[in-house]
């Protein structure tokens, strides 16, 4: 089983849906991450959680919102769908602590699209 | 602002060739530099680098950071269809809030062909 899990692969929708992407981890991590990548632009940070009662903004996080269920549990909205949301999204985990950090491991992703 | 720049944007070689991938930074507060391979899913993890010269080694892979400058390469030697993938750099920021984040280029897109 994949240490961080992506629901749903793909997804289809339209304009003005609410969508709910999840994202769990096996990996016991602390940190928990979303980014979305489209081509081009590289990945993109929108929001980020350093643990349950901790969420911040990243560099894209307008139209989008962020629950941290639980440590392992992750998840990503977008209240009100356009369709230049449409893009591949990625979660990561990585372990907090001291020093130079440990790398971020990241799900196979989802691929949105919003017609 | 704080940016990652990698060059070349695209690169195709035949396999066993020698390829060298650049990655120049320039950010408020500097951690470390990592590097991810990304093929068809998810980016998969290569190397971390926090102190300059000392190379890491991975196979046919390699990488070295050269703070003073603020950049990284990779090299892949005898290059593989199998290393095609992008080859994404990220700086890790070292202050307040953001601490821990990364900050990615837009890749290399690296195509081998046989």
């Known amino acids: 089983d994949a240490d961080v899990t992506q629901t749903p692969r793909n997804r289809i929708t339209k304009t003005g849906k609410r969508i709910m992407l999840e994202c769990s981890q096996t990996?016991?991590?602390?940190?928990m991450y979303w980014y979305r990548q489209d081509p081009g632009l590289g990945l993109r940070l929108i929001y980020y959680?350093?643990?349950?009662?901790?969420?911040n903004k990243g560099e894209i996080s307008d139209g989008y919102s962020v629950s941290r269920q639980a440590q392992a549990k992750f998840s990503l909205s977008l209240e009100s769908a356009i369709p230049n949301q449409t893009a591949l999204y990625f979660c990561?985990?990585?372990?907090?602590?001291?020093?130079?950090?440990?790398?971020?491991?990241f799900g196979d992703g989802t691929r949105l699209s919003i017609l | 602002e704080d940016k990652v720049v990698q060059s070349p944007l695209s690169l195709v070689v035949h396999e066993g060739d020698t390829v060298t991938l650049n990655c120049s930074y320039e950010v408020t507060n500097f951690r470390s530099l990592l590097w991810y391979k990304q093929e068809k899913k998810a980016p998969t993890f290569l190397f971390m680098l926090t102190s300059s010269g000392i190379e890491k080694k991975s196979g046919r892979l390699s990488s070295i950071l050269d703070k003073k400058e603020l950049f990284s390469i990779l090299n892949i030697t005898a290059t593989q269809t199998g290393d095609s993938a992008v080859y994404l750099c990220?700086?890790?920021?070292?202050?307040?809030?953001?601490?821990?984040?990364?900050?990615f280029g837009k890749g290399t897109k690296l195509s081998v062909k046989p």
């Open positions: 959680s350093f643990d349950v009662k901790d969420i």
């Open positions: 990561a985990t990585s372990d907090g602590g001291q020093g130079v950090g440990q790398p971020q491991h």
């Open positions: 990996k016991g991590h602390d940190r």
């Open positions: 990220a700086v890790r920021l070292d202050f307040g809030g953001s601490q821990g984040n990364l900050i």
